[in-house]
């Protein structure tokens, strides 16, 4: 066996050795020798292989898959500019902490500045993104011995990958693999690489220490104390106590959200919050979706607290921890007062009741609508991907919380590529019905995840696709204003023309379009296997309006329910976007 495919076989032996359960690969030449060894991994039922032809659609399957599972999953490519059509999916499993696997091939070092085709300097390519970056050495005739290092650097990538280097962070590591010719096997014999050379897997890194074994946080436990909670690493996560007694301020993709009060992020912008401001505050993972939130974090009159094992920390890499955090440890029972709790619970119901009566008017926002009845409509056991852009904000300012739900979301870096991708790689983890909420320019990004080809498997995945020919969310934001209306529509709302139905025909997938909401249920019930679509056509002309109109219907039956301040003395933002 000649070394490069020797060591490919040892790599991909070695994965699979601990607990890489699914793969991904896109075609390439010098990655040859990867390719073999796990289509012959896959004859033996070792491991589930997905091919894909797009380098960055593959990265954000392979995300998916390792999102839904918790499990470090490999996406393996060729040398060049496949191997930088990774880094957006690798910035992503960076800060939302996702084992993510990137295997880029290499060429030889000596050819690297020499003019070599399809050769760049990829050591380190990612930058302080991946938790580490490892070059292999180049496996060479007569480096028989390599062998027990090749299995100890797979180890160690597996063993950071899931938290053990980085502060117990989880996320992703590059391994650079150059590889020499010849890249295709050859005659049997040479190398030995079906058991490692003891016997059992190379010892891996030692994982952190318990959460349990945290510090005990120092907080009031009588003080009134408001959890926030959003999204956490990949995996098992500590959560709270179930009669915690705390009113929670959950976004969907937080696995706090089916305790969560349902208008928390329009209490938190509405001048109700001078009569609800906590003391305290307890940070669930790390929360993003609503500027309130974040004016809360850094208000200086409230002490803030994180929970151990659900936050990264401080440091040049991955997500980092608001700076008003005082300290990341397990919470003490609490026992805030129970009138500040029940005020919670009355603002929650008041503006619960307004925001039903919104949602039943055809003038709201189609977005808040169909987020809600999407939620309400999913199968029990169902997976929910939420696009990074307006859907994920639709759902927490609109949908009920509720259990039997798994909801994730890419809000590490909050961009809209791959997200097609990664709702594709989460569904396959998943193993029942999935579905994703996303945005017109979202599936334009990321067309090619709806490319798989007859040799893989297809997800039962149902893309709910808002429709309203251009960027919806800029009309949310300053740039939405009124007075920038001149330059909005060229270089913020970028309209376009494409037919969706027509791409699905190209692409094979079902197309269904729900002009009435009331038709949702059915369309969503009406799954069969595969991938479809169903389009769902809005308008964005009026969004800004829509908000408004809902906020100030939420802010009036709040203060009727004598939870809020005088209008007066109210004041401040009200944006929740």
């Known amino acids: 066996m000649n070394p490069s495919t020797a060591q490919a076989e ?3 032996d070695e994965l699979i050795r601990r607990g ?14 990867l390719s073999f060894a796990l289509h012959r991994a896959e004859l033996a039922g070792r491991i589930r292989l997905h091919v894909r032809i797009d380098e960055r659609t593959g990265a954000f399957l392979a995300l998916g898959l ?6 470090p999953v490999p996406v393996a490519c060729t040398s060049g500019t496949a191997a930088a059509n990774l880094h957006p999916a690798v910035l992503e499993a960076s800060y939302a902490g996702v084992p993510l696997l990137a295997l880029t091939a290499d060429r030889p070092p000596e050819l690297v500045g020499t003019g070599a085709n399809q050769t760049i300097v990829q050591h380190q390519l990612f930058g302080r993104a991946p938790r580490l970056s490892v070059t292999l050495p180049v496996a060479r005739a007569g480096t028989d011995g390599e062998l027990t290092a090749w299995r100890a650097s797979v180890a160690r990538a597996v063993g950071v990958a899931l938290g053990a280097a980085g502060g117990g962070r989880v996320g992703p590591v590059h391994l650079n693999l150059p590889f020499a010719e010849p890249l295709v096997p050859d005659v049997p014999g040479g190398y030995d ?16 220490p318990a959460v349990a074994d945290a510090a005990t946080l120092p907080l009031d436990p009588s003080a009134p104390t408001l959890v926030l909670a959003g999204g956490v690493p990949a995996g098992p996560v500590p959560g709270l106590p179930a009669d915690l007694g705390v009113p929670v301020v959950a976004e969907p993709h937080s696995p706090l959200w089916p305790r969560a009060l349902r208008t928390g992020p329009w209490l938190l912008g509405s001048p109700a919050l001078e009569r609800l401001r906590p003391a305290q505050v307890l940070l669930h993972g790390r929360p993003t979706l609503h500027r ?8 200086r009159r409230v002490a803030v607290y994180a929970v151990a094992g659900t936050v990264g920390t401080t440091g040049p890499e991955g997500a980092e921890l608001p700076p008003s955090v005082r300290a990341v440890g397990v919470p003490p029972p609490l026992r805030p007062p129970p009138d500040w709790c029940s005020r919670w619970e009355r603002a929650d119901a008041a503006a619960s009741a307004a925001l039903d009566r919104a949602l039943a008017d055809p003038a709201t926002p189609v977005g808040l609508r169909l987020a809600a009845a999407v939620v309400a409509g999913l199968p029990d056991g169902a997976l929910l991907v939420l696009g990074s852009s307006n859907p994920v904000r639709d759902a927490s300012l609109a949908a009920r919380p509720c259990t039997g739900l798994t909801v994730l979301s890419n809000r590490g870096v909050a961009g809209i590529d791959g997200t097609v991708s990664t709702a594709t790689g989460a569904a396959l983890a998943h193993g029942g019905p999935a579905y994703a909420l996303i945005g017109d320019l979202t599936v334009l990004h990321d067309l090619t995840g709806l490319v798989v ?4 498997r297809a997800p039962e995945l149902t893309l709910v696709v808002l429709n309203d020919a251009g960027g919806g969310v800029f009309s949310l934001l300053e740039q939405g204003a009124p007075e920038y209306a001149g330059s909005f529509e060229r270089v913020f709302g970028t309209p376009h023309a494409v037919r969706l139905d027509a791409v699905c025909a190209g692409l094979g997938i079902g197309h269904r379009r729900v002009d009435d909401l009331g038709g949702l249920a059915d369309a969503l019930a009406g ?6 679509v169903l389009e769902v056509p809005a308008s964005r002309a009026g969004l800004r309006a829509g908000h408004a109109a809902v906020r100030a219907a939420v802010d009036a039956a709040v203060s009727d329910a004598g939870v809020s301040e005088t209008a007066a003395r109210g004041g401040g933002s009200h944006d929740s976007s």
């Open 292 to 299: 309130p939130v974040a004016r809360l974090l850094a208000d």
């Open 527 to 532: 799954g069969s296997e595969g991938v479809r």
């Open 453 to 456: 080809g007859p040799y893989e």
């Open 66 to 71: 390792a999102l839904r599972s918790g499990r």
């Open 193 to 208: 690489v079906s058991e490692p050379v003891d016997g059992a897997p190379w010892p891996a890194p030692a994982l952190p």
């Open 10 to 12: 040892v790599i991909v």
């Open 20 to 33: 890489v359960a699914d793969a991904v690969l896109c075609p390439g030449s010098r990655n040859a020798p």
